[in-house]
């Protein structure tokens, strides 16, 4: 079976004037993604599949251009839906978070529950593996969107996955394992 590698996408330049879908990555994001891009080279994948969100996608752009691959968008792998929270302060984010990891069935905060991202996430790599049989899925995508599906996927508690991931961050699942691959010295596969 071919592995899913999980890309969190790298760091974006924070505007609070503008909705986090359309921020774009700062220079040290650029550079990192960049950076991680030489860690995802041992992958067999045959495309890139990246969030339609701004951030996402001009890291998928990075490495792929270095991995010499074609970027392909997938709505269903954008972040959980949150236009309605807007910024706000980063300890009421971590909150809605935790309330929306541990209350999974229920629309708490946000636009959809963790269910739902969850759902559509698994939709989406089932129709990825379904159109591109073996090969590495490598998948562009957010720490929160990331972490649900993951948690999920390994049985782990999905609160506790979701502050471990660095920015950027590769998770690889491979069968029921998994390994990650960050910038903070953590090997790659």
Known sequence: MSRIVLV????PSIDENTPSVDW?????GEAAAIELAKYLSGFSAKEILSSPEKK??????????????PVRTEPDFREH??????????????????????CPHQLIFGDESAD????????AVARAR???????LMIISHG????????????????AFWRSLSIPTAVVLNGGEINIIDLQGNPAC
Do not use: K
Request: hydrophobic fraction near 45%; charged fraction near 20%; avoid cysteine.
């Open 144 to 159: 929160t969107a990331i972490s649900i599906y993951a948690a999920r996927v390994l049985g782990v508690e999905p609160l």
């Open 8 to 11: 969190r996408h790298s760091i």
């Open 81 to 102: 839906g949150r236009s309605r929270v807007g910024y706000i302060p980063r300890i009421d984010f971590e909150a809605g978070i935790a309330t929306l990891l541990e």
């Open 130 to 136: 379904t159109a591109q049989p073996g090969g590495d």
């Open 56 to 69: 996402a996608h001009q890291t998928a752009t990075l490495i792929a251009d270095r991995l010499e691959l």
């Open 24 to 28: 774009s990555l700062s220079a040290s």
């Open 116 to 123: 739902a991202v969850f759902s559509r996430m698994d939709q």
